[in-house]
């Protein structure tokens, strides 16, 4: 859906007298909004506790409008622009840090003999517009440098940069902004159903981040979970802290499936670095046997390593393994 289109219906819904209607109006927007990016949903629904003041009137007035400015919108602009940069200042180590020091202060005595102000142009006043040169500006290419210690430590910078990084597949700025926009509506949802409680107004079962997951096969969940390493399931050396076996893959299991595409994800899973090397037998085969008895899926003899195409969309919906 186009971000006009969603905005549209939002404010529609949001100005509906009936609680229990404006309610579900927005969770069936917010599920509506998923099917644009289905893969990275998973994701998103573990990071929303991150963001718990953001609502849908500060996504419109700071992602959705068109001024520029120390706004949101502002951030995933600089993201988007910057990003090659950004990743190279991530990089840096103390030595780093110290030539850009020194680099800086070189600039600055360049600046102290040279004109403070430059000419800019006219604004819709008629006056004549300047501003001042400062060092940092000169040698950071107009604040990047700056920019990024001021975003560094930002959980909205964090996650766009995350989702740079990770869903490629995707054009960053739409996806950045319905993922914010998204969050935004989850939030309303939550609000507008503390209310109903408050007013002894019921509602159906709040939703699930997995709301389409079945569970007619078994799992042996404390098993299969002794397969992973630790930093998969978010601990040891782990950067992210994320539980993926929890919030990731046990989800993903628990859909139903046909038998050839849990063989499928039973070699994602081979051939990833997220298996301990004590659990990783030495063929496919011997893994995925392991594999169905522990899902409880079928196991099809068939299905050897050559006959499991897996084309790039179903590994990108995998992409945490």
Not at 12 to 18: E, H, T, V
Not at 189 to 218: P, R, T
Not at 274 to 291: E, G, H, I, M, Q
Request: neutral net charge.
């Amino acid at each position: 859906m186009e971000i006009d289109k969603i905005i549209e219906f939002a404010d529609n819904i949001l100005k509906n007298s009936d609680i229990s209607q404006k309610r579900n109006g927005v969770a069936n927007l917010a599920k509506k909004l998923q099917n644009d990016f289905p893969d990275v949903i998973p994701f998103v629904n573990s990071e929303i506790k991150q963001f718990p003041e953001l609502r849908y009137t500060d996504y419109k007035d700071e992602f959705y409008v068109s001024y520029r400015g120390n706004t949101k919108k502002e951030i995933l602009r600089y993201v988007n622009e910057h990003f090659s940069d950004i990743t190279q200042y991530e990089a840096d180590n103390d030595a780093d840090l110290e030539i850009r020091k020194k680099k800086l202060q070189e600039y600055a005595q360049v600046v102290s003999i040279a004109p403070s102000v430059r000419p800019c142009n006219w604004d819709k006043t008629g006056r004549r517009v300047e501003y001042e040169y400062s060092p940092d500006r000169i040698y950071t290419q107009h604040g990047t440098y700056r920019k990024y210690w001021n975003y560094k430590n930002n959980p909205y910078f964090t996650l766009a940069l995350y989702l740079r990084k990770t869903f490629n597949n995707y054009d960053f700025l739409d996806l950045s902004k319905k993922v914010f926009l998204y969050i935004s509506l989850k939030n309303e949802v939550k609000q507008i159903e503390e209310e109903m409680e408050l007013l002894g107004i019921e509602f159906q079962e709040k939703e699930k981040n997995n709301c389409d997951i079945k569970a007619s096969h078994f799992i042996k969940e404390s098993e299969l979970r002794d397969c992973f390493t630790l930093a998969f399931k978010g601990g040891g050396n782990s950067t992210t802290r994320i539980d993926y076996f929890t919030e990731y893959l046990l989800p993903d299991l628990k859909i139903e499936r046909n038998a050839k595409d849990f063989a499928r994800i039973a070699l994602l899973i081979y051939d990833s670095k997220v298996l301990l090397s004590a659990k990783r037998p030495k063929t496919f085969d011997n893994w995925y046997r392991t594999f169905c008895e522990l899902v409880g899926c079928e196991y099809n003899s068939n299905y050897k390593r050559s006959k499991l195409d897996i084309d790039r969309i179903f590994k990108q919906k995998f992409n945490y393994l």
